[in-house]
């Protein structure tokens, strides 16, 4: 499976489909099940490589396999998301419809996977995730992406990096400027992976030239491939 060096450059664009593949990005995070199989088609001609997005941690209720759930899958209801809800990742079933979606990414072409929401152990999820829990469903995530031939990332969870560090290819990261926790993310770039790191600065789409030094002065020293988006996830990007 692919590894991707340190220092890629990206774009993430979550929003729906994907107006702007020729982008300069070496990498494009795209939406599983909204990004369709064409757009993939068309990075790959152009030479990029595509990581797809999808919650591995949360049941989101207008996902096409949402049925699929049931009721002793579902936790509390996560603050601030409308229609999304903590899965108990224990569940067999909530493990069965992860393993599918993995297959869905390696059917579609994706190069890699990045499964968000891991960290339900860190939030009030509602169903007694411990963080030896997220590690254990890190490890089932993994081995499942890596049999289908897909690359995974490991999506913010700073206190879990020592554990998944060896088996995860690259990082995905939100606001660690912003939470000042970069440093926890370093492990990746000292082993040759990449730090797909984004940053929401409030007045996005327009930033003042001396946010954006700030931001990218931090990011540069810690050498990793930091974007500048609106929290929406849409096409808008300005990249250190």
């Known amino acids: 499976f692919w590894q991707p060096a340190a220092g890629s450059t990206w774009q993430i664009e979550l929003s729906g489909v994907v107006s702007d593949t020729s982008y300069p990005a070496d990498v494009f995070d795209l939406d599983l099940f909204d990004t369709p199989q064409s757009t993939i088609d068309a990075l790959h001609a152009a030479g990029k490589k595509v990581i797809c997005y999808f919650s591995a941690g949360s049941f989101e209720n207008w996902r096409p396999d949402q049925a ?75 081995d499942t992406a890596h049999a289908k031939g897909l690359s995974i990332g490991l999506k913010n969870a700073g206190d879990l990096v020592g554990e998944v560090l060896d088996k995860m290819q690259f990082h995905v990261n939100e606001q660690c400027i912003e939470f000042d926790e970069c440093e926890l993310f370093k492990p990746f770039i000292d082993a040759g992976k990449p730090v797909f790191h984004i940053e929401y600065p409030e007045s996005a789409p327009s930033i003042a030239a001396d946010v954006k030094s700030e931001k990218c002065a931090a990011a540069n020293s810690m050498s990793f491939s930091t974007v500048l988006k609106t929290e929406a996830l849409n096409a808008w990007i300005d990249a250190c």
């Open 68 to 142: 699929d759930f049931q009721a002793a899958d579902k936790g509390s209801a996560m603050e601030g998301w409308e229609g999304e809800w903590w899965l108990n990742t224990k569940t067999a079933n909530v493990r069965s419809i992860m393993a599918a979606r993995i297959e869905i990414a390696a059917n579609k072409g994706c190069d890699a996977v990045d499964p968000d929401n891991v960290d339900g152990y860190a939030n009030a999820n509602g169903v007694g995730l411990t963080s030896t829990d997220g590690t254990d469903f890190l490890n089932f995530l993994a």
